[in-house]
């Protein structure tokens, strides 16, 4: 007999196995469900995003500079003239353009990162996305960065 959700208990081909079963013999081989045949790569890639958004995070948190964290909590600290060369760049000539945070602080980057975003300095804080998109933009400029370059 059938129920209209799926498997029922006469149907052990339909739905899930319960939990300490052995693995499930098919046409195709034993399958053991819910384990992958090599896991280490789904870790790799799950740790390098649960990286990656710590640091976007960490940004959005400190981008009014209230919790006062330096520069080497996200970014390398030889990244800070990279950082201090591009900033000069972004910076208008109104107030509101300016960087109002101090060198070597993690709101300064925050700032540098969310102009790269797309972020101007009017309508709201920049959020998570924005962040991020100037986050990448700054990492590929500073792998290319070589000390003693000029913008």
């Keep these: 007999m059938r129920s209209r959700g799926g498997a029922s208990a006469q149907d052990p081909d339909q739905g899930a196995l319960p939990l300490g079963s052995p693995p499930r013999a098919t046409a195709l081989g034993t399958r053991n469900i819910g384990a992958f045949a090599d896991e280490k790569p789904f870790e790799t890639l799950a ?13 959005v948190r400190d981008r009014d500079g209230t919790a006062g964290r330096p520069l080497a909590d996200v970014f390398d600290p030889a990244d800070q003239v990279a950082l201090e060369a591009v900033c000069a760049t972004l910076e208008g000539k109104t107030a509101r353009q300016q960087n109002p945070h101090s060198l070597g602080s993690l709101a300064y980057t925050a700032w540098v990162c969310a102009q790269f975003g797309g972020w101007t300095g009017y309508y709201g804080r920049p959020g998570p996305v924005v962040t991020l998109r100037g986050l990448l933009r700054f990492r590929a400029i500073a792998q290319g960065w070589v000390p003693g370059h000029t913008l």
Excluded: R
């Excluded at 740790?47 to 940004?59: C, D, K, P, R, S």
């Design 47 to 59: 740790a390098a995003t649960l990286i990656a958004a710590a640091e976007v995070l960490q940004l």
